[in-house]
């Protein structure tokens, strides 16, 4: 009950976006791997000031085909190992996989792999924890999970974009450090 648990989003928070510069718009290999500067270390403040750091990602590149489990589990694997080298820990990481017309209740902006989470780490009640994302669809995954969210502007969106959003997050904040540095500040 008592565990602390920040639950991030992976791309645009922890490597760079892949959209429009990546082949298929998807980190599909290594060689699209881009972690961003300080995002290990961000980490690794959360894993040593005691929370959890668990990642909830759509990827819908494997649903489209454009590539395979094993490609993701190669790219998930090298963002555990840069993290770890940082000194910092990532509890758990889930993926969506589905298409969008799959109608799954795991895709953002849905919450099912919020709940899925709760459900595997056996903690009682995630709501009030901090999402950490950068597009409305995270924003409104978190909501729809009962979370507080933190928009960052290192992926799709600006502080401009957020304004005009239906979903706005509890907080904007430039990077992931930043974002950190708000959620141990409050904890
Ligand atoms: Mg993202």
Same mark, same amino acid.
């Given at each position: 009950?008592?565990?602390k648990? $920040?639950? +991030?989003?992976? #791309? ?5 976006? &892949?959209?429009?510069?990546?082949? =298929?718009?998807?980190?599909t290999?290594?060689?699209e ?25 759509n ?36 993926y969506? $996989?589905? +298409?969008a017309d #799959? ?5 953002? &902006?849905k919450p099912?792999?919020f =709940? ?8 009682s009640d995630?709501?009030?924890r901090?999402?950490i994302g ?9 909501q ?10 290192t ?6 974009d957020?304004e ?10 430039e ?9 141990i500040?409050?904890?």
């Amino acid at each position: 009950m008592n565990d602390k648990y $920040v639950f +991030l989003d992976r #791309d645009g928070v922890i490597n760079k976006d &892949p959209g429009g510069w990546t082949e =298929y718009s998807y980190v599909t290999s290594l060689d699209e791997l881009k972690i961003l500067p300080g995002s290990p270390e961000a980490i690794k403040k959360l894993t040593d000031a005691g929370f959890k750091v668990v990642i909830i990602s759509n990827q819908q590149g494997i649903g489209k085909g454009y590539f395979t489990e094993e490609d993701l589990n190669k790219v998930t694997s090298e963002i555990i190992r840069r993290v770890d080298a940082a000194g910092g820990h990532i509890e758990k990481v889930y993926y969506c $996989v589905h +298409l969008a017309d #799959d109608n799954c209740n795991c895709r953002k &902006p849905k919450p099912g792999l919020f =709940y899925k989470a709760q459900e595997d780490l056996g903690v009682s009640d995630i709501s009030g924890r901090y999402y950490i994302g950068d597009t409305e669809r995270d924003i409104q995954a978190g909501q729809e999970a009962d979370l507080r969210t933190i928009l960052v502007l290192t992926g799709k969106n600006s502080r401009e974009d957020a304004e005009a959003w239906e979903h706005r997050p509890d907080h904007i904040c430039e990077d992931l450090l930043a974002a950190v540095d708000l959620v141990i500040d409050e904890s």
